[in-house]
């Protein structure tokens, strides 16, 4: 069995539970575990702390991301391979034989480099140019496989490697959906863990979890129910099935034993059978990529 574990980075969620887990996972149950990791809350931090304001965008169909211009770009390399190194020390703190990677190395995730995107503007749609962002259109798998092989736990995350004409650039891209696309082409299971129990059929009410998804009407029931952050979570989970994943989980990063309870029926699952008898359609905007959207 192998699973994709996302770790988010929202200030609320401690990792150190997942990490454990990992550890259980692939120490005592000889288990394949990639985990990916977001940073959207250090990235901000760190921006406000050089004085640099953030600047958000609103795509035409309503998702809001992160524009990353140049100086953006700097902050967010910076800050995501910080963060990767604390995940690998703290995974080998658990005995657990961890290699850190972000999706330039190996050309692990790889497409197009977007410098322009379309964005709303005082409701006119407009093209904003300089940005640093891509979309996914290929995972190294054969890496992760190889890494597996030899006993490793990677640690995955953006930047991605953006095809920039004749050049090969590092851009940023959404970390649930490199999870969802690493899942995808592994044909594992995917845990996106994030700071609250899962999908909420009223996202005002926890007591509304929604706990299963099988059918296409219990999908489109879903897709209603997401709000906010859970829509990009939604795209994810739609991008990683019909990439070649089982199962998707959202789940709590901060309950106990987070993954653990996760893969034995925690939170909120969605099997491929709720995607198998739905139209062909791409619900996910390629302007969400301009964010590292993370919760």
């Known amino acids: ?69 140049a100086e953006t770009m700097e902050v967010f390399e910076m800050v995501f391979g910080h963060l990767n190194t604390q995940l690998v020390a703290g995974l080998q703190s658990q005995g657990v034989d961890a290699v850190g990677l972000n999706g ?91 700071d609250v129990e899962g999908i909420y059929a009223d996202p005002d009410d926890p007591d509304t979890l929604i706990e299963s998804v099988e059918t296409a009407d219990e999908w489109a029931a879903l897709e209603d129910a997401a709000e906010g952050f859970m829509e990009r979570k939604v795209m994810a989970i739609r991008e990683a099935i019909e990439g070649g994943a089982d199962e998707v989980v959202v789940a709590d990063a901060n309950a106990d034993d987070p993954i653990l309870s996760a893969l034995d029926g925690g939170g909120t699952h969605v099997y491929a059978s709720a995607l198998s008898d739905t139209a062909d359609e791409t619900t996910a905007d390629d302007n969400a990529d301009t964010t590292e959207g993370d919760s």
């Not at 150190?16 to 931090?45: I, K, N, Q």
């Not at 640093?132 to 995972?139: A, E």
């Open 104 to 194: 330039v190395d190996g050309k692990l995730l790889y497409g197009p480099r977007k410098s322009a995107v379309r964005v709303m503007d005082d409701g006119t749609r407009k093209i904003r140019r300089g940005d640093h962002s891509g979309t996914i259109k290929r995972v190294n798998a054969d890496l992760l496989e190889t890494l597996f092989a030899d006993g490793y736990t990677p640690v995955a995350s953006p930047p991605m490697a953006g095809k920039d004409d004749d050049e090969v650039v590092p851009v940023n891209t959404d970390a649930d959906r490199s999870a969802a696309h690493i899942a995808g082409a592994l044909e594992g299971t995917l845990v996106l863990l994030t």
């Open 1 to 69: 069995m192998t699973t994709v574990v996302k770790i988010g980075g929202a200030r609320a969620v401690d990792p150190a539970g997942a990490l454990a887990d990992v550890a259980t996972l692939t120490e005592d149950r000889d288990e394949s575990v990639a985990v990916v990791h977001g940073g959207s809350t250090a990235v901000d931090e760190t921006l406000e702390r050089l004085g640099i304001e953030p600047e958000y965008v609103e795509t035409p169909s309503g998702v809001v991301g992160r524009f990353t211009d």
